[in-house]
């Protein structure tokens, strides 16, 4: 048995943790369910932790599981960008800045700012997307978003 946690164990440790249910997250990974529940023993004893509570009804994440949820989804998130960051550099271009926005911030800040971007940095890209405060505060932590434009209340 290797000693060091794998992408295949956090794959497998996601699709449980989003599922709550072994079966269902077998089902979607295309794996026996027993199998998976081996894989995710595996990491809980590489961890020296308990990510799971395990009943016969449920299964539920521990503290240490919520945790670990969180980082993963970073992880896997940060992992797109990476990716989509490649092919456009592999494209030619510098990369790509992607931008949150409230519906207001769109009339006259946005169309500024993104010809100064295109002025200065022809190579980057941008990309746009509307959300609200809350939601654009989440992408960005979760490395969706670079970076946003929210309303603050005075």
Known sequence: MSNQIELRHLTYFLAVAQELHFRKAAEKLFISQPGLSRQIKQMEE??????????????????????????????????????????????????????????????????????????????VKTSLEELSNFAQVDAVLKDKLDMGFVRVSR
């Open 46 to 123: 590489i961890l020296e932790t308990q990510l799971f509570e395990r009943n016969k009804k449920k299964v539920g994440l521990t503290p240490a599981g919520h945790y670990l949820k969180k980082e993963v989804e970073y992880i896997f998130s940060h992992m797109e960008k990476v990716e989509r960051q490649l092919k456009l550099v592999g494209d030619g271009d510098s990369g790509e800045l992607r931008i949150g926005f409230l519906g207001s911030a769109m009339q006259q800040v946005i169309p500024k700012m993104l010809l100064r971007i295109k002025d200065n940095y022809p190579k």
